[in-house]
């Protein structure tokens, strides 16, 4: 039988931001075991490799000199420096896993968000927010994998960020990893069910059939029905 709503098959760009320390990996890696049709975007960066990373999984880890490359070829979709380093995202496979159908995840900082709205503007844009700036502070320097002047600049940073929640779409604070994990699939599930998604309401005749019925029904238990 033909579906009452066909709605777009293509999936939802999902930038995902939050300051350094937020759970933004954690949250993301949850999501990513619970769902199948969602799809990670993996970044560049001249960054140098941290503590149990793996080239080609959490990052490519490339040298300055490459990345400058890349940006002068045009394939990155958005670029940013961060804390000294060079971040970005290769246009690559996203148009293809969109097309298929899927939500493609993409976990940059926020001027990186910016280019991607002014890029494509129906992208949906969630910030994975600390439960609290000492929360924060501990968590970077639990990591133990930077130097205390970084994590210094990444907590300053931590604080701009924070100051521009308001230019995405929804705020997921992470206080217990579980409860922000429902709440970001909760949030793409409702995404996935709107309105401007629908591309054509199938009704077919059964508004006609409906209302026959119904006057056939009046009328027998009530012979005298005007209708
Ligand atoms: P980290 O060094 O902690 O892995 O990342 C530092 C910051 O860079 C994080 O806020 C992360 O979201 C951001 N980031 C990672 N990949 C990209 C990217 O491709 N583009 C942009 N603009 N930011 C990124």
Redesign the pocket.
């Known amino acids: 039988m033909k579906e009452i709503i066909k709605s777009k098959e293509k999936g939802n760009l999902v930038v ?5 320390g937020a759970g ?2 954690s949250v993301i890696q949850g999501i990513l075991k619970e769902e199948d049709n969602l799809w990670l ?1 993996v ?3 001249s ?1 140098k490799i ?1 503590g149990q990373e793996v080239d080609g999984k ?2 490519y880890f490339i040298t300055r000199e490459e990345f400058e490359k890349k940006i002068e070829d045009g394939e ?1 979709l ?3 420096e ?2 000294g ?1 060079y ?4 246009r690559g496979k996203i148009h293809e896993h969109l097309e298929a159908g899927e939500d493609v995840i ?8 910016l ?1 991607i709205k002014e890029l494509i503007p129906e992208a949906l844009f969630i910030f994975i927010m600390p439960p609290s700036m000492k929360e924060l502070k501990k968590r970077l320097e639990r990591r133990n994998t930077e130097t205390e002047d970084k994590i210094i600049r ?1 907590f300053k940073r931590a604080y701009q ?1 924070i100051n521009e929640v308001t230019k995405y779409n929804y705020v997921v604070v992470n206080d217990e990893l579980e409860k922000a994990i429902r709440k970001v699939q909760a949030i793409l599930l409702a995404e996935r069910c709107r309105v401007d998604r629908i591309e054509e309401v199938y009704v077919g005749n059964e508004e006609e059939l409906l209302h026959e019925s119904l006057v056939d029904h009046k009328n027998l238990v009530n012979p005298e029905s005007k209708i």
């Open positions: 995902i931001s939050g300051p350094s933004k990996g975007s970044s560049m960066t960054r941290r959490e990052y990155l958005e670029y940013t961060y804390s380093n971040y970005g995202t290769p993409l976990e940059i900082e926020i001027e990186g968000a280019r990444r960020e």
